[in-house]
């Protein structure tokens, strides 16, 4: 929506609507178009009502200061550690007297040894959580605000620990678990000492994945088994399936039990349980929960005698997440984990109806036949899970992360047999067997299958050096074709043929979108523009992490990105500026056609770019009079983000000379003979107008740190 609703209006009208439903619903059922409107309007009332209750404080501007808070969250990062501080106090001042950000993200030294739950004080240099790197592209802005995350930063030395202090009831809480993990993962390192597997076992256990090397995460993403990483329903399925099957074999042990008890019952409950203690081990991320929700509604089927698989339950679970959180809907892993689950659920669903109207036409009898058949189906699901969950992860993750694993049928075929009978059993008696000191057997197992794993993953990756590189793919060209996989399979009939419709759309959306031939970062200092053979090229000193992703929109490797650095003659600096040239597409006679992109720091330099330059990208307040044909300077960034820039022709009658500036910048008074200038042919922003929520501007700033007492918001 382009403006926030007014949420209370909201509610009203969510109530009339279930007021009158219910009433007009007494005895028969409702119709289609009024369960419509219900379902849209309580989407929109969730939505409004969530954004509203996290509204917190944000910081404005940049600022050094000394913050005092518990540790909530602890991350490994390479050379460094990331703490979420819920702050206490802010430059010695509690938050109730000032206006301060409820938490704060801080990147401290990785000698650091405070703990989550402990109460620490930090120096630190503090920013405004960053908005989208491009229109489109990843807001770090939107998860800080859910988050209720005002603030990030690095702090200047290491942080001081205070003592526990008055722990807040949702810190403790954390802490407690934190140790429990902090604990398995210890017992798992100490088992595996030497093992290159190690932190890929801690990872599968207890959802900590930040010792994992950069190498193995890149060979299991390319060989498209990234996914074994975040732990969902196979995870799940494995843990709590393999607790029901033990619970259900040790009381059947017990002749008297069961014949006068339901013990299916008992080992569902006992299962449930187990879920739930891997789950609150593993760190419940997105995926994990959705897969707890998955399972428990299993386990609830056994206790009632309902089957619980089906796409109903997939239906609860997702709804349940989203009344809870209605933001997780944008978020990748959210859209990866329900897209499969959902195509899993219909494609297993045919194969269950097909097979009840085969029962009793089987063409290979006796012992060899059944074990002919159990291969057969065994090795059919897993060419079939890892074909339609390929698909429907591979659509999203191509849309958010400009990547698919091309090569992840293959990888997926080699792999998840190991990784379903090898490494996630070992891992589950691991963890049963861990307070009896001998989990140190399993894990070795474990460790020999994921060396297989890695193995497997090498090979599948070295297939395709960098073929995975793909480019972003357009929010609607995505859900034109997951719309299109949706359809196929959960159609009936000859409906499956409608899926035709939205592919094909889809197909041509992707065949005639371009990218942006300009990227204009935020904060002015960062400039991507195409050089005369069309490449991408940017004007970091380094590689960033906005160049990195623009990149990767592009469908540039890693491998590659290193060497996508601007470069004489495309850019030229000195003391007073740079400036750039972006350049179209070849005409039908080969010329090329070039745009200035200038970057004026002084008075003087932005005078004579006003005249002779296209684009303006400065911190300066450009005069009225300035003819450029776009000017970016830092009111506009800062109000409306990032800017991509599409460039098309001007028409042959138009003028095609413009001057190209003053001699002593490195550039000619008028254009070479032809070199045409470009039209811009649509400017797009990151930040919409007006803005969301996340991207107002903060309320914290350096003056209301100095006040007496604290303002109401």
């Not at 949420?7 to 059922?29: D, E, H, K, N, Y």
């Not at 494995?238 to 619970?247: H, P, Q």
């Not at 995975?468 to 995505?478: E, H, K, N, P, T």
């Not at 970016?632 to 022709?649: E, F, P, Q, T, Y």
Request: net charge positive; proline share 6%; aromatic share 8%.
């Amino acid at each position: 929506m382009p403006e926030d609703p007014f949420w209370p209006l909201l509610v009203f009208l969510w109530l009339s609507i279930g007021v009158v439903a219910a009433w007009q619903g007494r005895g028969r059922s409702l119709g289609r178009p009024v369960l419509f409107a219900f379902a849209v309007v309580s989407g929109l009332t969730a939505g409004a009502v969530r954004t509203s209750s996290v509204d917190a404080p944000r910081l404005a501007e940049a600022m050094n200061v000394t913050v005092t808070g518990h540790i909530a969250e602890r991350v490994r990062l390479g050379s460094a550690l990331r703490l979420l501080l819920k702050v206490e106090t802010a430059d010695g001042r509690s938050r109730d007297e000032v206006l301060f950000p409820e938490y704060v993200r801080v990147r401290v030294p990785k000698e650091t040894d405070a703990r989550v739950g402990d109460l620490v004080r930090v120096r630190a240099r503090l920013f405004p959580p960053s908005g989208p790197v491009s229109p489109g592209g990843y807001d770090f802005s939107f998860r800080a605000y859910f988050s209720q995350i005002g603030a990030t930063g690095f702090s200047y030395g290491a942080p001081e620990t205070i003592g526990p202090g008055d722990t807040p009831f949702r810190v403790s809480l954390a802490a407690r678990v934190q140790g429990v993990r902090d604990f398995l993962s210890s017992r798992i390192r100490n088992s595996l000492a030497g093992h290159p597997e190690a932190e890929l076992a801690v990872a599968l256990l207890v959802g900590e994945r930040s010792g994992i090397s950069e190498e193995q995460e890149d060979n299991l993403r390319a060989a498209g088994l990234a996914h074994i990483l975040a732990i969902s329903g196979l995870h799940m399925a494995l843990f709590a399936g393999g607790a029901y099957s033990a619970c259900y074999l040790l009381l059947a042990l017990v002749p008297s039990w069961t014949l006068r008890w339901p013990t299916h019952k008992w080992a569902a409950l006992i299962a449930l349980s187990a879920a739930f203690a891997y789950l609150v081990v593993s760190g419940a991320a997105v995926a994990t929960q959705r897969s707890f929700l998955m399972i428990a509604l299993v386990f609830f089927g056994v206790l009632f005698g309902r089957r619980g698989l089906t796409l109903r339950s997939v239906a609860l679970a997702g709804l349940f997440l989203l009344l809870l959180a209605p933001e997780r809907l944008f978020f990748p892993g959210f859209q990866m984990s329900f897209a499969a689950v959902i195509c899993l659920v219909a494609v297993y669903d045919v194969w269950r109806r097909r097979e009840r109207l085969t029962v009793g036409q089987d063409a290979m009898p006796g012992t060899a036949g059944r074990i002919g058949r159990f291969l057969f189906k065994w090795g059919a699901g897993v060419f079939v899970t890892a074909l339609v969950a390929g698909l429907a992860t591979g659509i999203v993750g191509a849309h958010h992360f400009g990547r698919i694993a091309p090569f992840g049928l293959l990888g997926n075929l080699l792999g998840m047999p190991v990784f379903t009978l090898l490494v996630m059993p070992a891992g589950a008696l691991a963890l049963v067997l861990m307070p009896f000191g001998l989990a140190w057997m399993p894990l070795v197992a474990m460790s020999y299958g994921l060396s297989i794993l890695l193995d497997i993953a090498e090979f599948t990756a070295g297939l395709g050096e960098g073929a995975g590189s793909v480019g972003r793919l357009s929010a609607f060209a995505a859900f034109l074709l997951l719309s299109a996989l949706f359809l196929a399979l959960l159609l009936p009939g000859r409906r499956r043929l409608t899926a035709a419709i939205p592919l094909i759309l889809g197909v041509v959306l992707v065949a005639v979108s371009r990218p942006p031939d300009i990227l204009v970062a935020a904060s002015g200092t960062l400039i991507a523009a195409r050089d005369e053979t069309g490449t991408l090229r940017h004007t970091g000193r380094r590689d960033t992490f906005a160049s990195e992703l623009w990149l990767q929109d592009e469908g540039v490797s890693s491998e590659a990105i290193t060497s996508r650095k601007m470069k004489s003659p495309q850019l030229s600096c000195d003391p007073k500026g740079c400036v750039a040239f972006g350049h179209g597409g070849a005409g039908r006679d080969g010329s090329r056609y070039t745009l200035v992109i200038a970057t004026p720091k002084l008075a003087g330099a932005l005078e004579s770019d006003c005249r002779f330059g296209d684009i303006i990208v400065s911190d300066l307040i450009a005069p009225e009079a300035c003819g450029a044909a776009l000017l970016l300077d830092r009111k506009i960034r800062k109000k409306r983000g990032a800017v991509a820039i599409w460039l098309s022709l001007e028409r042959e009658n138009e003028s095609t000379t413009k001057g190209a500036g003053p001699v002593d910048r490195g550039r000619s008074e008028t254009r070479p003979n032809g070199v045409k200038r470009p039209r811009i042919e649509k400017v797009v922003f990151a930040i919409p107008d007006p803005p969301r929520p996340w991207h107002r501007p903060g309320d914290v700033t350096r003056t209301s740190l100095r006040r007496q007492s604290r303002a109401p918001r």
